[in-house]
């Protein structure tokens, strides 16, 4: 089955400067790649995702990366501010087959102001 | 917020008994899903359905049981099998058809002593 590592389990930055969270998946028909964020307490939810047949995805401050050939992806947050900061969980899964997210261990973001 | 709901928010409960945790939404979503989220861990799969009538095991299925008789609601039993059943509980829905996205439930957080 499908695994999913993620790196750092935690990060701390400077408010204004850039995050990156990285992800590396086993199988290599998963073709749907979403990134969620859970605040402190709430309920995880998504904020970008990437399907397989793209390289790269936008909006606005925060971008995904998948390199299909090694198998991983990347969430970039830009300009981070104090309300970036929260667990991000990315996940990844094969589309059409129950649609079964397998999430990497999280990795806590700490944006310090 | 709203559209799938999770009750109750904190439940207790002695070693041996079953326990079962309420999920509901009005979002019209043929599927959902049951995880368990422990600390360092993300998010892992119990069960999942995608229609009515029909559920499938996820990876930490042992222990747990589940229902799906209307479309609307997704019950897990926690069962006295469970051997560390002490977690947050998230639900969650997706249409699986234009959007891939899982909506999820406030969680609720179980504590067997």
């Known amino acids: 089955g499908e695994n999913v590592e993620q790196h750092p389990s935690t990060l701390s930055v400077q408010e204004g400067d850039s995050a990156v969270i990285k992800c590396t998946y086993s199988?290599?028909?998963?073709?749907?790649f979403p990134w969620y964020k859970q605040e402190l307490g709430k309920r995880p939810q998504l904020i970008i995702d990437?399907?397989?047949?793209?390289g790269e995805k936008k909006d606005q401050r925060i971008a995904v990366t998948l390199n299909k050939t090694a198998k991983h992806f990347s969430l970039h947050i830009t300009e981070t501010q104090p309300e970036d900061s929260a667990v991000y969980f990315c996940?990844?899964?094969?589309?059409?087959?129950?649609?079964?997210?397998?999430f990497g261990a999280g990795t806590i973001l700490r944006v310090k102001s | 917020d709203g559209g799938i709901t999770q009750s109750p928010k904190y439940l207790f409960r002695k070693e041996g008994q079953n326990v079962t945790l309420s999920c509901e939404q009005n979002?019209?979503?043929?599927?959902m899903y049951w995880y368990r989220q422990d600390p360092g861990q993300g998010l892992r799969l119990i069960y999942y359905?995608?229609?009515?009538?029909?559920?499938q095991k996820g990876d930490i299925a042992e222990g747990y049981s589940v229902s799906r008789e209307k479309k609307e609601s997704f019950p897990l039993t926690v069962t006295s099998a469970q051997k560390n059943p002490t977690a947050f509980y998230l639900c969650?829905?997706?249409?699986?058809?234009?959007?891939?996205?899982?909506?999820f439930g406030p969680g609720t957080r179980l504590t067997v002593t």
């Open positions: 969650a829905s997706s249409t699986s058809r234009d959007s891939y996205e899982q909506y």
């Open positions: 199988d290599s028909a998963s073709n749907y």
């Open positions: 990437i399907r397989s047949n793209v």
């Open positions: 996940a990844a899964t094969r589309l059409g087959y129950g649609n079964k997210l397998v």
């Open positions: 979002l019209n979503h043929d599927a």
């Open positions: 359905s995608q229609i009515v009538n029909d559920f």
